[in-house]
């Protein structure tokens, strides 16, 4: 029988899943009284691809992961596609590179590439390359004689389309095809097979955009949602068990101050939810075992919370009321995002921010950093990323102490993109 060498494998599984509110299975929660009870129990949901969920650029990255409601730049599709609709150039690009578990490997790594282009005034288009690799990975067999080099890797494509319904509010979709190579082909257990897990997504958002004044400062508002990943639950096996994709919700808003001329300083603030089935709590025998449903083969009784084995829309749906431990674990599976950004001129910015989740849902409490500096079409970014919830190794972000580049061009057109503006003679004839 093959197996993989579990040593860089499991280091990069594990970091990515941590990171993806996705970490190891809590398949076998309820052998503690509190656990059968549905309290205090450790129960991170778990899905298939949770790269997707990875923020892939460095703005958002230096803003604690806040994005859904953010203005418009060339990384907006997988924030929220609507914003394609309020984006001010004729089309643009952006590049990105976010190193992963930099202090433990030095071969993966999450690269980005994203687009869009106005079709007019209205509407805007956008596309994106997700592309994750997980370095060489050397396949043993039982004995720990070398098989083959392997190596993993997952990437996603993107289309994306938004129209404005009037002048402040925009609608986008998205669509998304998923490849995820972890193993190749191997027989496990001289039945099993893997191969590659292909899916495909979609995304629904909305935009609103205005702007105002408090005295005599002008402000701008944006307010945000995006339901993404919609689609097919993936296999990574010829077996019928097949996981759910990181269906989530996103929803959140964005203030910014026009100070001066020069100064301008925003605040954004994101909540964000799988919209995937909680693991139940079991019935356990005396032994700690489950309790086998009659009938039917892999069903097991359950204590508390629902059955995780349902239909994707049902799954979404139900992911709002299913969690063990009532309401006060479905609140607990919120994750909090808030960044304050500030430019200087349109040409440097600094930004700060902090992101949240519960201990018992992931445990993901980092603050970030990070800055900006524009010149003409070229825009370039960074971020920087510190864990604050503890300094044990499992509790650690995978992306910790660790740098993170993006590269925007914006480029104007003549006719596109903008507005044409009509002189306004006032009273004293200026």
């Known amino acids: 029988m093959k197996k993989i060498f579990s040593g860089s494998l499991g280091l990069v599984c594990a970091g990515l899943l941590l990171l993806s509110t996705s970490a190891q299975a809590q398949n076998n929660v ?30 958002a990255g230096g803003m604690g992961d806040a994005g859904v409601a953010t203005t418009s730049d060339a990384n907006c599709l997988h924030w929220n596609p609507a914003k394609l609709a309020f984006l001010e150039n004729a089309y643009g690009f952006s590049a990105s590179y976010t190193p992963w578990l930099r202090a433990l490997v030095p071969d993966i790594s999450l690269s980005y590439l994203s687009g869009y282009y106005k079709i007019d005034n209205l509407s805007g288009f956008g596309a994106a390359l997700r592309y994750f690799s997980l370095g060489d990975i050397q396949f043993t067999d039982n004995y720990g ?5 392997y190596r993993p890797n997952e990437f996603s494509t993107d289309l994306g389309y938004a129209r404005k319904l009037s002048d402040n509010f925009s609608i986008g979709v998205a669509g998304r095809f998923v490849y995820s190579d972890l193993a190749g082909k191997v027989t496990l257990n001289g039945t099993t ?15 609103y955009k205005t702007k105002g004044h408090v005295n005599e400062y002008k402000t701008d508002l944006g307010l945000g949602f995006n339901i993404s990943n ?47 089935p909680t693991q139940p709590v079991y019935s356990l025998d005396s032994l700690g075992n489950r309790i086998p449903v009659a009938g039917k083969p892999g069903e097991f009784e359950i204590a508390h919370g629902k059955n995780p084995k349902v239909p994707v829309i049902q799954g979404m749906l139900q992911s709002f009321g299913d969690a063990p431990d009532g309401f006060s674990e479905e609140i607990s599976e919120i994750n909090t995002s808030f960044g304050m950004e500030y430019w200087y001129d349109r040409q440097f910015a600094g930004r700060l921010g902090y992101f949240y989740e519960a201990p018992t849902k992931g445990n993901r409490q980092y603050l970030t950093l990070g800055a900006s500096v524009k010149y003409n079409i070229l825009q370039f970014d960074f971020a920087y990323l510190v864990s604050t919830n503890s300094t044990t190794t499992i509790s650690r972000n995978p992306l910790d102490n660790t740098l993170r580049f993006t590269l925007q061009f914006n480029f104007a057109q003549k006719g596109k993109g903008k507005k044409a503006t009509t002189p306004v003679v006032t009273p004293d004839g200026q």
């Open 230 to 276: 919609m689609g097919p639950k993936v296999t990574y096996t010829n077996e019928t068990q097949r996981d759910f994709i990181p269906i989530n919700m996103r929803i959140g808003g964005y203030y910014n101050i026009h100070i001066d001329e020069f100064n301008e300083l925003a605040f954004a603030l994101d909540f964000n939810k799988l919209l995937v």
């Open 30 to 59: 309820g052998k503690s009284g509190n656990d059968l009870l549905g309290r205090g129990a450790r129960r991170v949901i778990t899905t298939a691809v949770p790269f997707l969920s990875i923020t892939p650029d460095a703005r």
């Open 145 to 149: 004689n070398d098989l083959r080099t």
């Open 193 to 207: 097979q893997t191969k590659p897990a292909i899916g495909f997504g979609g995304d629904i958002s909305g935009y």
